[in-house]
Nanobody, 115 residues
């Protein structure tokens, strides 16, 4: 059974940095295109950053240049380095496949950015 466990969130001030981690079990992460998603209160969940199995990455415009997605296939772990955080980045962050068929969602990790 696939399990995704996100961690690394917290309460920070605008301009600070955080590094999120997503530990996967029950699968080989390297086989999939995976991404970080976020959901803010009252808003739909959105894809923030994506990494293909070959390592190519892409980002939504609002985080381009501030966030970096990476993966450690040996550790079956996905990361999101978030720099220069802004209050609009406040959300619960999740990892999952970026595909029509996704794994069961983890509990996510809360990121709160104060101004």
């Amino acid at each position: 059974q696939v399990q995704l466990v996100e961690s690394g969130g917290g309460l920070v001030q605008a301009g600070d940095s955080l590094r999120l981690s997503c530990a996967a079990s029950g699968l080989s992460f390297s086989r999939y295109t995976v991404g970080w998603f976020r959901q803010a209160p009252g808003r739909q969940r959105e894809l923030v950053a994506n990494i293909f199995s070959g390592g190519t990455t892409n980002y939504i415009d609002s985080v381009q240049g501030r966030f970096t997605i990476s993966r450690d296939n040996a550790r079956n772990t996905l990361y999101l380095q978030m720099n220069d955080l802004k209050p609009d980045d406040t959300a619960v962050y999740y990892c999952n496949r970026n595909a029509k068929i996704q794994f069961s969602w983890g509990r996510g990790t809360q990121v709160t950015v104060s101004s």
